[in-house]
């Protein structure tokens, strides 16, 4: 069982240009959660996701960033017109769906790292 | 709301000596609190984790951590560093009451020196 796979791992934008970044979560997953992490700094939730749904997207950017989660396919986090300030590492986790126990360990990619020049 | 302070942003300790990482937590629910570790450039790994069982929790790598709800604490400790345990630590709570989104500390950049 494969865990969760990002890709790219590396991405380099020009400023304008739109980020596409790609989550698999692991077999049997539902939930997906959408981190950035800026230099120096922790981790800040984006995005939580579940399939064909946004269930929290309280730390997302109002304008420029959207996700999805298709029925098929792996989650997208999408940058429109992307700025040096986007320059940052961006981290996607997956959990089981238990029906209803929250508290289930999320695993995580190895991550995106985005540069904007 | 929830959150969780790292009291350390750095850490140094000599190679066979005890490592303690300090986290405190403010909760409104009955948390759940994990020790992620991250080496550089690398993703993150789980150390370990509380979901209010055993109020001291063991995990990978010889690390441990105990939830002392009086103290609002969990801190992260390890009787003998090595030298592969230098890395980035982060001490995070769950928000169990919206969906398991993750709350992260700050981190605590931990040096090991031979």
């Known amino acids: 069982n494969a865990g969760v796979m990002q890709n790219p791992r590396h991405l380099v934008r020009r400023r304008g240009q739109e980020a596409r970044l790609r989550c698999s979560p692991m077999?049997?997953?539902?939930?997906v959660y959408w981190y950035r992490q800026l230099p120096e700094e922790g981790l800040k939730f984006m995005v939580y996701l579940q399939k064909e749904n946004i269930i929290d997207e309280s730390g997302m950017p109002k304008e420029r960033f959207s996700a999805e989660f298709p029925k098929e396919g792996p989650s997208i986090l999408r940058i429109q017109q992307v700025v040096r300030g986007d320059s940052a590492a961006y981290f996607c986790?997956?959990?089981?769906?238990?029906?209803?126990?929250?508290?289930?360990?999320?695993?995580f990619g190895q991550g995106t790292r985005l540069t904007v020049v | 709301a929830q959150s969780v302070t790292q009291l350390d942003s750095h850490v140094s300790v000599s190679e066979g000596t005890p490592v303690l990482l300090r986290c405190n937590y403010s909760?409104?629910?009955?948390?759940?609190l994990f020790w992620y570790v991250q080496h550089p450039n690398k993703g993150l790994q789980l150390l370990l984790k509380?979901?209010?069982?055993?109020?001291l929790v063991k995990g990978i790598n010889g690390f441990e951590a105990e939830f002392k709800k009086s103290e609002t604490s969990f801190h992260l400790t390890k009787p003998s560093a090595h030298m592969s345990d230098a890395a980035e630590y982060f001490c995070?709570?769950?928000?169990?009451?919206?969906?398991?989104?993750?709350?992260f500390g700050q981190g605590t950049e931990l040096s090991v020196k031979p």
């Open positions: 986790a997956s959990s089981l769906s238990t029906g209803g126990l929250m508290n289930t360990e999320a695993f």
């Open positions: 077999k049997g997953h539902s939930h």
């Open positions: 509380y979901t209010s069982a055993a109020t």
């Open positions: 909760s409104s629910y009955s948390p759940s």
């Open positions: 995070v709570v769950s928000d169990n009451n919206q969906g398991g989104k993750l709350i």
